[in-house]
Structure formats: C-alpha cells, structure tokens
C-alpha cells in the first residue's frame, strides 16, 4: 500500500526539520547526512506555559481540537530563532489524531490482506474510509497453542480533515510539510533494531503513550489522558503556590523521597501511580492482543516527565523491569558544544529526532 502520510516525491534535501508538535510544545530538530551518521545541526524547542496556569490551555487535545494559531505562531519563532534556512519538514502527529485498531489474520498472501484489511477497516474506523487516510503495517506473526497462524496488522487511520490543518499550519508557518506519521513510529525509529523486547512509556505534559516494540519495531501502542502536569498541578494545590514554581520544585526535587524531598513525594506520588495503573492496563491488554510474542524485557523512558529525578528506580520497583531513559542522541553527530545538554534533551527530543531519521533509513 502506498503511504498515504507523504505527500511530495522522495528527493534529497541538504538538511530538513523533524518537527513535533505536542499537546504543549513544539519540538524541532534540523539534520542533514553526516559522515557516519545522521548529523543535527541545530534544534529549537518552544513551550506554551500558559498551560501550567491554565489547565484546560494546550496546542491540542485528544477531542481533536488543534490551536492552529498559536501552533503557527510558535512555528514562526522557533524556526526564526534556529536561524535556519531549511524549510522542507517531516512532522508527527499524536496517537490521539489516529485511530489504531489491531486486525487478526490467518496465513495470506499480501495482495489478499490488502484487500481484507480495506474490507475490515469500515467496521473499525468511526467514519467513511473517504474521509480518512488509512496506512498499516504487519506488526507480528505467530502460531498459537492450538497451531492456529495469527498475523497481526496494525491499521492506521487519520481524519483528511486532520492532515489538511497540519498542511495548511505549516504553510502559514512558511514551511513545506513532505510528510507526516504518528508519533510512535518516529520513536520506534530511535531503535535501530534492537533486539530487546521493549516498552516505552512516553510522559509528555497532558497525555502519556505506552509503546510496545520487538526487534526494534513498532508492535502496538496506546495512550492516557494523564501526563506530567497533574504532578504540577498537585504540588501547586497542595502548596497553595504558583504552578510555575511547582513546576521549579518538581524539577530539582523529583520523587526522591528522602530529606527534603520526602513531603514533596508524598504528594506527586498518588498521581505518578496513576499514570503507572495506565501503564499496567496497556501491558495487559498488549498481553491479550499479542499472546505470542515474548514478555517485555525492559522499559524506557521518554517524554519530558522523564527528567524527574529518582523516576527510573521508582518505576523499575513499580513494575517489576529493568528501567533507562531514552538516548535518541546515540544515533547522531552533533555539535560538542551540545554535550552538556544532551541528558536532558534526550528524554524531551526522541520523536523529533526520530523524525530526522526518516530520510536516511527510508
């Protein structure tokens, strides 16, 4: 099936922007072919924070509802304040702009799944298949307990309505749009094949993805209506303080849980177990859909929620598995100046940069 989310010819760019927009920020990465690898040449992030004081205030939500003004106007300034001439763009869209359903079939030749997969997808899209953009991918293939043949398609469907805001977003922003995928994929791409069965949990500020990948790709992938700012929203109630010094507070403090930390935990925790319930229900209900592929072997983390400190072992204890954070930036060359940065830019840059990936491993 021809990927209906690229929308110019395949042609070879200098260098081009990986942009993701996420339900409270804009997050770009510029890369060009470096000599070894991928090289980011210079990147830009923009966050709204009006949403820390307001909490019903976000680029977009999962109704659907995309702010295409502020979106455009913050495109407009990231882009300006990189300086970059670059102008030809791959971006993500979010899990909530898609719908995703997981179709069971036995052994098929790949023109009848095809057409099986079109036949099915009007009894799992809520709208006419001419009214949306429908990709898909074979995800896993197994024999279960009975010796019965299970292939695993996940189909791909988002609203034509949604793709032509980001079109038109982006031209008004001066920009060229060659593509779009969800944002999953351009995460998995981080990957690079590795072997370890893995789940990603991607905390952003207003939502959290659950990613289950093997053999470095893409196997299903789901999200809440939870993310890092209900802990910030928790603190500054709790405190009766401003949310952006709850904001300060959550960043140096994390969820330690000694000392002076202790009090601050003991308040941010109730809601980070929230989010790990979430988590749990993906696991099971993967479990369920994929009863033929190994157990997960790690987790790792990503999103901005994964620079809180003491994280990593609170949800390695939590869920039983040995826990990291994400390191996007092991796939590229980029400027030594960088290198300070690069720990904490590795949990918030992932999808941008696995949106860079894009044109080299295609």
Request: charged share 20%; no cysteine; net charge negative.
């Amino acid at each position: 099936m021809d990927n209906p989310f690229n929308f110019f010819q395949r042609t070879v760019f200098p260098s081009y922007l990986g942009v993701d927009i996420g339900t409270t920020s804009i997050k770009v990465a510029e890369v060009r072919n470096g000599k070894d690898r991928p090289e980011l040449v210079n990147y830009g992030i923009l966050e709204s924070s009006g949403y820390l004081a307001r909490e019903n205030q976000a680029l977009q939500t999962s109704s659907l509802k995309i702010f295409e003004s502020e979106i455009v106007d913050l495109l407009k300034t990231v882009v300006r304040e990189m300086g970059t001439p670059t102008k030809d763009v791959v971006a993500s869209l979010p899990l909530f702009s898609a719908f995703i359903s997981v179709l069971d079939f036995p052994r098929m030749e790949p023109r009848e799944i095809e057409h099986a997969i079109v036949y099915q997808a009007k009894q799992y899209v809520p709208l006419p298949l001419s009214e949306v953009a429908l990709d898909w991918l074979k995800v896993a293939e197994f024999e279960d307990e009975k010796g019965f043949f299970h292939q695993k398609i996940l189909l791909i469907s988002v609203p034509q309505e949604q793709i032509k805001k980001y079109q038109a977003m982006f031209a008004a922003a001066g920009l060229t749009l060659r593509a779009l995928e969800i944002e999953s994929l351009s995460l998995t791409r981080i990957f690079g094949g590795d072997p370890t069965s893995t789940m990603v949990i991607d905390i952003g500020s207003r939502s959290t993805s659950v990613v289950f990948l093997e053999k470095g790709s893409l196997v299903w992938a789901t999200q809440s209506d939870f993310g890092g700012a209900s802990l910030t929203q928790a603190l500054a109630s709790s405190l009766n303080i401003n949310p952006l010094r709850a904001e300060e507070l959550k960043k140096e403090r994390g969820v330690l849980g000694t000392g002076p930390s202790y009090e601050l935990s003991t308040i941010m925790l109730p809601f980070l177990d929230v989010i790990l319930n979430e988590v749990r229900k993906a696991q099971f209900s993967y479990g369920e859909q994929f009863p033929g592929l190994r157990k997960t072997e790690r987790v790792v983390l990503a999103g901005g929620g994964a620079n809180l400190l003491g994280l990593e072992q609170y949800v390695e204890r939590a869920l039983g598995l040995p826990t990291v954070k994400i390191s996007p930036f092991s796939r590229f060359q980029y400027p030594a100046a960088m290198e300070p940065l690069v720990g904490e830019l590795n949990a918030v840059m992932p999808i941008s940069l696995g949106l860079g990936l894009k044109e080299f491993l295609s």
